[in-house]
């Protein structure tokens, strides 16, 4: 009753009532590698900026990259993976060279920077959250052994780069005890570990639904794995959209 009062005065005095801003997908990716000893800091930031989705106009949407050219230096990392290096390679092209390290952030594919920074961390997702992005929506399913994901995409731009689709399943909670390497003796907690990405076509003139399968492997959790999908141009490497989806389970 109390509020319903108050909207009325609100609307007889010409005001309408504060609505929440709507908040912007943003893209964060950390390149990372349990063998690197600046990496922890950067992996505790990735965690944190999840879990308190601290920027007021964007929804942080955010995952692991685990490279794997450190793997010959004392640990090979669990989750490290050629097809990563080859991204973030692929990133230092766009960013005008050839250099890749450890930790490094980059959002919404444009913007880089030693993945540990907080204060430049939260200046680049806000600054992304400003920009128009393309709606996209996910949605997961547990079914048997397999993840499956369906994705409603929005029409191509006109005039633009042609737009890639990207999808990833991560994996939260995921712990691992270092022993040998620039962190031998520590125990190292990870969150939103990318274990596949795939590419599922391109944007075409008109909207239309994408769909993508993973089997479930035996060391992952089901009950840990996220989707997430994102609109990535195939030139510039910049992202136009991006969204997340924790599967349900199918009741069959």
């Not at 109390?2 to 801003?21: D, E, M, N």
């Not at 964060?28 to 600046?38: A, D, P, R, Y």
């Not at 990318?194 to 994408?210: C, D, Y």
């Amino acid at each position: 009753m109390k509020t319903t009062i108050i909207g009325t005065l609100l609307l007889l005095a010409g005001l309408r009532p504060a609505v929440p801003p709507a908040r912007s997908a943003v893209l964060v990716e950390l390149f990372t590698s349990e063998g690197c000893s600046s990496c922890p800091p950067a992996d505790a930031l990735l965690a944190s900026l999840l879990q308190e989705q601290p920027i007021a106009n964007a929804e942080i949407v955010a995952f692991e990259l685990h490279v794997d050219y450190w793997d010959r230096l004392g640990w090979k990392d669990p989750f490290s993976s050629r097809a990563f290096t080859n991204r973030q390679e692929s990133y230092a092209r766009s960013f005008g060279g050839t250099d890749v390290f450890t930790p490094q952030m980059v959002v919404d594919g444009r913007e880089h920077f030693v993945g540990s920074d907080r204060a430049e961390a939260t200046k680049a997702i806000g600054v992304a959250a400003a920009r128009e992005h393309l709606p996209l929506a996910v949605s997961t399913r547990v079914a048997g052994e397999s993840l499956r994901m369906t994705i409603d995409l929005p029409a191509a731009p006109r005039g633009g780069e042609p737009v890639d689709v990207f999808a990833a399943v991560t994996e939260r909670e995921l712990t691992s005890v270092v022993a040998r390497g620039e962190n031998g003796g520590r125990t190292l907690k990870h969150a939103a570990v990318v274990r596949k990405i795939q590419t599922l076509g391109s944007l075409e003139p008109q909207p239309f639904v994408a769909e993508g399968q993973w089997k479930i492997e035996r060391s992952w959790i089901p009950r840990n794995l996220h989707a997430v999908a994102w609109l990535q141009g195939r030139k510039t490497n910049q992202v136009y959209g991006a969204a997340t989806g924790t599967p349900n389970r199918d009741s069959q």
